[in-house]
């Protein structure tokens, strides 16, 4: 199924969906600061995309944390989050 | 001949050929030591049945191709844990823009939102697995990658109660 829409009611749309995915991305790195070093964090071309690098030997025990939040920015702004967790140097525990 | 069309739309012979050979990839991947790569062919025989049963519970994405709103079955890798969260609840999530018939998956492995951190934890790993960047070959070890294959063995056995 297809759906057209004027010019009008595009740039309305895109115009909500900007402010909305900005109040998004302030809770989302807000909480992502919590789990991780967000000073790795990089955007992506799919969507609402992020990147973020954790040590490699703590990936797997942050993938849930990681999920988590995604879930929760998805319910609270009703958007498309992807969080990616790029594997970094290890860190000692 | 080309074939454009999405798991969703396969017939049930051809899912069943395409999971049998991703099954024979991931067990000779694991019996010879290739780590990641049978957790990644562990994750696209998830995304496999997942695709195929939210085909048959009519489960639909919207996406924007050039400028229009398209909704389909054809279901990106991005959008492998929402088709999960469908399946486990009948709810909508991401770009789901119809959940379908599921009546949710109950009494499973997994409740709706262990299944779909798990679903993440395999998507993360398909991804280390075919692009990295890693400095090491096997980042894992073989408990920890035994412990992914099982979590997609029980994501299949839940799914496929819907096909």
Known sequence: MTVRKTKSEAAAEVEGQTALLARATAAYIARLKTIADISTLTTGSHDFTYAVTVPQNEKLALLPRLADLTMDIEDEFGVKITTLAVAGPTRAR | MSDDRAIAQ????????????????RDTLRSGNSLLQSVARAYYIVYVVGSYAAGKQGVKVTHRRAGELVTEQDFSHYEFVDVVWALYTGNKRGNISDPGASPGIRSAHYEEREAYRKASALFEARIEADYGPSTSAEPYTAAEVDRLLETAKYLVEDVERLI
């Open chain 2, 10 to 25: 396969y017939t049930r012979a051809e899912f069943d050929v395409l999971r049998k050979r991703l099954n024979d990839a």
